[in-house]
Nanobody, 125 residues
Framework: QLQLVESRGGLVQAGGSLRLPCAAF????????MGWFRQAPGKEREFVAA????????YYADSVKGRFTISRDNAKNTVALQMDSLKPEDTAVYYC??????????????????WGQGTQVTVSS
């Protein structure tokens, strides 16, 4: 009952910044914990960041801590990932995901019910 659409991926030079918005289409967006995951070619999907449905609590992978910021705007039904100081190893397809409230481990992609189609982020050196 929730559709997610990521956008605004692209090609960025190392050290640059990029903001990925995710638009949610549904009536109960504020009831979902939102997460960002990424998958690089030949690698498994990995957790990037998450924000609790109630707001306030945020989680980040060690590899992006201090560089990425997750935020949400319930009035606009959006969640965004602000990426700064990008590195070539950040290159991947980035996915927006949602789980109802917080019934599963927010760091585990298997706990998320809804997924966007992904957007490509490429960081050149």
């Amino acid at each position: 009952q929730l559709q997610l659409v990521e956008s605004r991926g692209g090609l960025v030079q190392a050290g640059g910044s990029l903001r990925l918005p995710c638009a949610a289409f549904g009536r109960t967006f504020s009831s979902y914990t939102m997460g960002w995951f990424r998958q690089a070619p030949g690698k498994e999907r990995e957790f990037v960041a998450a924000i609790h449905w109630s707001g306030g609590l945020k989680y980040y992978a060690d590899s992006v801590k201090g560089r990425f910021t997750i935020s949400r705007d319930n009035a606009k039904n959006t969640v965004a990932l602000q990426m700064d100081s990008l590195k070539p190893e950040d290159t991947a397809v980035y996915y927006c995901a949602a789980q109802y409230y917080s019934r599963r481990d927010v760091l585990d992609g298997g706990g998320y019910e809804y997924w966007g189609q992904g957007t490509q982020v490429t960081v050149s050196s």
